[in-house]
C-alpha cells in the first residue's frame, strides 16, 4: 500500500527551526521525485520544495529560499524539510506528495503529484 505519512510540525516562536519527516512506504521510493507543499487558512495550496529521486538537484519557492533545505535518506525512504528562521506567516498544514511520473517534476503544480499524506501543521508565533 503506498502511503506518505508527515511528522515533525508543532509551535515555534519566529525565528525558530523545525525539521519535517515524510516516511513513504509502498513503492520504489528512489525513482520518484518529492514534494513538500503547504497550505494555510483561506490561502491557495503552494509548493514550498522539490528534491530529484537521487537527491541530487532540490528547487524551491522564492517564499522559503535560503531559509527551507530538502533532503532526502533512499535508505530508509524518508524525505525531510529543515526549516530554519520561520516567519508567522510560514504557519500552514505542510504535506508531502509523490511525482505521478518519474520525471523530474520541479515544474510541475499539485496535480502532478499523489500518494498525499495527511499534513503536519506548523504554526509559528509569538
Known amino acids: 500500500q503506498l502511503q506518505l505519512v508527515e511528522s515533525g510540525g508543532g509551535l515555534v516562536q519566529p525565528g525558530e527551526s523545525l525539521r519535517l519527516s515524510c516516511a513513504a512506504s509502498?513503492?520504489?521510493?528512489?525513482?520518484?521525485?518529492i514534494a513538500w507543499f503547504r497550505q494555510a487558512p483561506g490561502k491557495e495550496r503552494e509548493k514550498v520544495s522539490t528534491?530529484?529521486?537521487?537527491?541530487?538537484?532540490?528547487n524551491y519557492a522564492d517564499s522559503v529560499k535560503g531559509r527551507f533545505t530538502i533532503s532526502r535518506d533512499n535508505a530508509k525512504n524518508t524525505v525531510y524539510l529543515l526549516m530554519n528562521s520561520l516567519k508567522i506567516e510560514d504557519t500552514a498544514v505542510y504535506s508531502c506528495?509523490?511525482?505521478?511520473?518519474?520525471?523530474?517534476?520541479?515544474?510541475?503544480?499539485?496535480?502532478?503529484?499523489?500518494?498525499w499524506g495527511q499534513g503536519t501543521q506548523v504554526t509559528v508565533s509569538s
Open positions: 506528495a509523490k511525482c505521478r511520473s518519474r520525471a523530474s517534476c520541479f515544474y510541475i503544480p499539485a496535480s502532478g503529484f499523489d500518494s
Open positions: 509502498g513503492f520504489s521510493f528512489d525513482s520518484y521525485s
Open positions: 528534491i530529484s529521486a537521487s537527491g541530487d538537484r532540490t
